[in-house]
């Protein structure tokens, strides 16, 4: 799965630090933390409709991770969206758009890692782009191909994945190799051997009619999996966060990601083996309808 570029975010202007600038010109001191260490809390947030779904959520996931980092001066929710509803303004944008929303702990007096060399804030970046669900191309009739990789996501004693941080290394290596593989994503394990999620999504499987996902031990807080498991609990659907190896991903009915980017996107092959028969399952179809009437009826309006 390769995103392609779209023409519509030739001219995009990317807000950092309450000032909009062009693409081509935007640019992070060299002696800005993200630069030096990624030192640095990100979220992915998606516009329908002039909303923002789960805003609230994603605000106080970065602020928890910044917190995390122990982040001096954090921008409040109310700071975050009024650059967020002027970015959106400025590029004319409303729908179909995502926000990669970055704080890094700032600018440092020199080079090195020490949090004491940042004594001028931290820095907001707010990158809005024209971007449809990244995976409803790579799903086509045949679904996502994902493969296992060699590497392991962090326990919480290692780095702790609640802290949703912009160290992402040992997800774009696992990314390198689904991409030798011929694959769309890879599939992490934790430490012990269990699923943990994908290099960027969240996991789920469907077996006898019981949705399931990994615990939280060695993927973060996700808010479309937290959103997933509420439409089940809602809708009278059997449900439970547990230890899942790959056997059970195998043999499983369904096996669905989510993700805040790509939304729902259905499995059909994992390691080369077909998923069930191959076609996406029902319980997919009806989560994912379930989601998109949730997007397509909630959020915080940030533009009219
Ligand atoms: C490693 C990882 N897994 C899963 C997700 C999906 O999380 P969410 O549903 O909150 O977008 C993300 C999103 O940022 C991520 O970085």
Redesign the pocket.
């Known amino acids: 799965m390769l995103q392609t570029f779209n023409e519509k975010n030739r001219d995009l202007l990317v807000n950092i630090n309450g000032e909009l600038i062009h693409r081509d010109k935007a640019g992070i001191s060299p002696f800005d933390s993200a630069v030096q260490g990624g030192d640095a809390v990100w979220e992915?947030i998606r516009v329908y409709d002039g909303r923002i779904f789960k805003l609230i959520e994603h605000l106080d996931r970065l602020v928890s991770s910044a917190k995390a980092l122990a982040f001096e001066t954090i921008p409040s929710h109310d700071e975050i969206t009024s650059e967020i509803t002027r970015t959106l303004e400025a590029n004319k944008m409303r729908d179909g758009v995502h926000i990669r929303l970055t704080l890094t702990r700032g600018k440092k007096i020199t080079s090195g890692m020490d949090p004491r060399l940042n004594q001028a804030g931290p820095t907001l970046i707010i990158l809005a782009e024209h971007k449809a669900p990244v995976y409803a191309a790579a799903v086509g009739d045949t679904g996502l191909s994902l493969v296992t990789s060699s590497i392991r996501r962090f326990p919480p004693d290692c780095l702790d994945p609640k802290i949703?941080h912009c160290n992402l290394i040992q997800?774009i290596l696992a990314k390198i190799e689904a991409n030798h593989a011929g694959a769309d994503d890879s599939i992490m394990l934790d430490q012990r051997g269990f699923l943990a999620?994908t290099n960027?999504?969240?996991v789920f499987i469907v077996t006898g009619g019981v949705v399931e996902t990994s615990r939280l031990v060695a993927?973060?807080e996700?808010?479309?999996?937290e959103t997933v498991l509420e439409l089940c609990d809602v809708n009278g659907i059997p449900h439970a966060e547990r230890d899942i190896s790959m056997t059970e991903v195998y043999r499983a009915d369904e096996c669905f990601t989510?993700?805040?980017?790509g939304e729902l996107a259905w499995v059909g092959r994992v390691d080369g083996r077909t998923i069930a028969d191959g076609t996406r399952g029902p319980m997919t179809a009806r989560l994912s309808t379930l989601y998109q009437e949730l997007t397509a009826s909630s959020g915080v309006r940030v533009v009219d």
């Open positions: 992915g949703h997800s999620e960027a999504t969240h993927c973060p996700g808010i479309t999996r989510t993700g805040t980017m």
